[in-house]
């Protein structure tokens, strides 16, 4: 069973993704905003992260940036949920390095077509 990392401050909706996730056999670890998040990947080296991008003190860009500055994690593909479905922040994600994005309220198949879209095989690794 794979490993993903959701990162997000929202919890109802960080237990929701992990419920779905569990569903489509892959095994995530939740960390309750960006600071927990980059607390986590020092331990962890994730098969995927889902990451919110509009967190409190520290975004979700700001820990892409981190994670593409450590060589141990810089290959780990980003699937970035957010409720901002703007085509500017499209735009922004994929130049920012995402693999691909999930509007919220996030639902089994969009994070299924994502992970499809990211390469990532459910139940591998």
């Not at 098969?47 to 991008?53: N, P, Q, R, T, Y």
């Amino acid at each position: 069973m794979q490993k993903a990392l959701i990162i997000d401050d929202n919890r109802a909706m960080a237990d929701s993704m992990m419920q779905m996730l569990s569903l489509l056999s892959i095994d995530a670890q939740v960390a309750y905003g960006s600071r927990a998040g980059i607390a986590a990947l020092k331990d962890l080296t994730p098969k995927i992260v889902f990451l919110d991008i509009n967190m409190p003190g520290v975004s979700g860009f700001e820990v892409m940036a981190y994670l593409q500055r450590e060589p141990r994690l810089e290959s780990v593909p980003v699937i970035i949920v957010t409720s901002d479905d703007q085509d500017e922040t499209a735009t922004k994600v994929a130049e920012a390095g995402a693999k691909g994005m999930v509007i919220k309220p996030v639902t089994v198949e969009a994070i299924e077509s994502a992970l499809q879209k990211a390469e990532i095989n459910k139940g591998d690794g």
